[in-house]
């Protein structure tokens, strides 16, 4: 059973473009969550989604930011018109849904922006 | 809203010695409670978990217990390896809703040296 799957694991972007993050959940799962950890900082959540649903985006930054979890496919997490500030490393982790549940993590997509 | 607070890093210990790392909590609900771990350049591992007041989660030789009285979670290892280096970072998914995320705290460095 392969664990959660994130890519690209490195993303380079240029000011202005846009940052399409992919995260494929375990089998099975249907809660996905993605977070954002600047250097040296802890995690901050940004979204938690289930299928087609988004369930908590009280993290997400009102503009530029999106994400989705269609019914089928993996999860995009997407950053528009990118700024420096973005740079950081975005975890996505999954969870089979049952309230109080651990969740697991995948390696995490290091964001650039240069 | 539910919140966790860890004690700041970084902690550095000799190779052998005893760690604690405090971890506290406040929730609306009946948590579940988590201590995951960060090596350097990775995504997040579930060290170990404790779902209901009283529970002991272990794990290669880390220990924490629930304690409801005094909402605590602290993380102890009776030897510590230079391996261990790494974040710890505790974490509480709420038990009562249907849905909810998992809620970190800002992590602890820990620095294992010979």
């Known amino acids: 059973n392969a664990g959660v799957m994130q890519n690209p694991r490195h993303l380079v972007r240029r000011r202005g473009q846009e940052a399409r993050l992919r995260c494929s959940p375990m089998k099975g799962h249907s809660h996905v969550y993605w977070y954002r950890q600047l250097p040296e900082e802890g995690l901050k959540f940004m979204v938690y989604?289930?299928?087609?649903?988004?369930?908590?985006e009280s993290g997400m930054p009102k503009e530029r930011f999106s994400a989705e979890f269609p019914k089928e496919g993996p999860s995009i997490l997407r950053i528009q018109q990118v700024v420096r500030g973005d740079s950081a490393a975005y975890f996505c982790?999954?969870?089979?849904?049952?309230?109080?549940?651990?969740?697991?993590f995948g390696q995490g997509t290091r964001l650039t922006v240069v | 809203g539910n919140s966790v607070t860890q004690m700041e890093g970084p902690v550095t210990l000799s190779e052998e010695a005893f760690l604690t790392i405090n971890c506290t909590y406040t929730a609306t609900g009946y948590p579940s409670l988590f201590w995951y771990v960060q090596y350097p350049g990775e995504g997040l591992q579930l060290l170990l978990k404790a779902t209901k007041a009283d529970d002991k989660g272990s794990n290669k030789g880390f220990e924490a217990t629930y304690r409801k009285e005094t909402t605590s979670f602290h993380l102890e290892k009776g030897s510590v390896q230079v391996s261990d280096s790494a974040v710890y970072f505790c974490?509480?998914?709420?038990?009562?809703?249907?849905?909810?995320?998992?809620?970190f705290g800002t992590g602890t460095r820990l620095q294992v040296t010979l």
């Open positions: 974490a509480l998914r709420d038990r009562t809703g249907t849905a909810s995320k998992l809620t």
């Open positions: 989604l289930q299928k087609e649903n988004i369930i908590d």
């Open positions: 982790a999954s969870s089979p849904g049952s309230f109080g549940g651990e969740a697991f």
